[in-house]
């Protein structure tokens, strides 16, 4: 779910860019825009956190799923 939700999120803010850069030719950035598109990307689970996390709730210590992949 939170896949498509930041597929979504990334969709509009990408369609809102480009219909802002057909509206003029000199912009600036926004403050926050770089946050909210690394906000967004961040939504989409790495491949590799879910197996362990998965793995760890099959073997019965999801504890150990929700501590290893922390920084």
């Known amino acids: 779910m939170l896949e498509d939700l930041s ?8 369609l809102w860019m480009l219909w802002r850069a057909s509206r ?5 950035h926004g403050v ?3 946050a909210a598109v ?14 362990v996390m998965t793995f760890a709730i099959t073997r019965g210590v999801p504890e ?3 501590a290893l ?3």
């Open 7 to 14: 597929r979504g999120l990334l969709g509009v803010i990408g």
């Open 24 to 28: 003029r030719a000199n912009h600036a």
């Open 32 to 34: 926050g825009e770089g």
């Open 38 to 51: 690394g906000f967004m990307a961040g939504l989409i689970p790495c491949p590799l956190t879910l197996f």
């Open 64 to 66: 150990a799923g929700i």
């Open 69 to 71: 992949p922390l920084p």
